[in-house]
């Protein structure tokens, strides 16, 4: 679709093992920024109007911390959304204007294969310019490490 | 809940019947809008995803359409809510930064009473000052006068 980054990986684990490493926080929290960044906060309730919230300790910049977002798909197994356009009980987020901001909603997507299940993330953005900032920040890089660190932690077991 | 605009009308209905009136689009259309605006143009599909599109035509200031928003909740006989800050397909929409506009998230909510139910719309703001704007905007004689319709409507019957 225009304006979509996506992205995906075949894993050898169970769609169940992948759901898990998408939705338990203590679990999300080990490969869901690339490394040497770290995750010192996230807090997820995986379920339509839930909290998605999430700050990052990226080093020589320092702790980044988002207005939290809000769940809008939570399919055990199948599929999980979020957004940051709206916050925690679908409040509205304050707008921002900065010349790196945009909104994006992140739609992460399991199916089952012969093997195990194939990983899907999507980010889709309100424009091109958007998704062209997007790209830009390195989209590809960082989502794709964070991609291959899901598919190691889920390998090897939970 | 701060930042919110809500308001309630009983109505002598069952909640089948509000409901109907709150997702079919032909019935929206004639309710939806403060007399003596007509709505021209009216889409909605109401499941989590769908579209949320709405044109109404004002005297002396002519057709109104905004981008279409995103149904995010629709449970039958309960609630329904969409939001202007998302599209169909929970794609973000642009955002905007004209002085009078602001993100919203609406809900509308139907309990059954002793009567026939409680209907309650709820306004969700990203700011005080986003809630303020909308009520200089006439949140309470335009929300508070469609309801007035709806009542009508579904008191009459279908």
Known sequence: ????????????????????????PELLKQW??????T????????TPGGIWLLAMDIPEMGVMEEPAGCVLIAEPEKRI?????????????????????????AIMEIEATATGCRYTATALHASEADMK?????????????????????AEAGL
């Not at 980054?5 to 490493?21: K, M, N």
């Not at 900032?133 to 932690?153: C, N, P, R, S, Y």
Request: glycine share 8%; with cysteine; charged share 25%.
């Open 32 to 37: 869901f920024a690339p490394r040497p960044v």
């Open 81 to 105: 959304a979020w957004t940051s356009a709206l916050g925690p009980g679908f409040r509205p987020n304050a707008v921002k204007t900065g010349e790196m901001d945009f909104p994006l909603t």
């Open 1 to 24: 679709m225009p304006y979509d980054l996506t992205l995906s990986r075949e894993i050898a684990a169970s769609p169940a093992t992948v759901w898990r490493c998408l939705t338990e």
């Open 133 to 153: 900032k997007h790209e830009a920040m390195g989209f590809h890089d960082g989502w794709g490490q964070v991609a291959d660190q899901l598919k190691e932690m």
């Open 39 to 46: 995750i010192t906060k996230l807090e997820l309730d995986p």
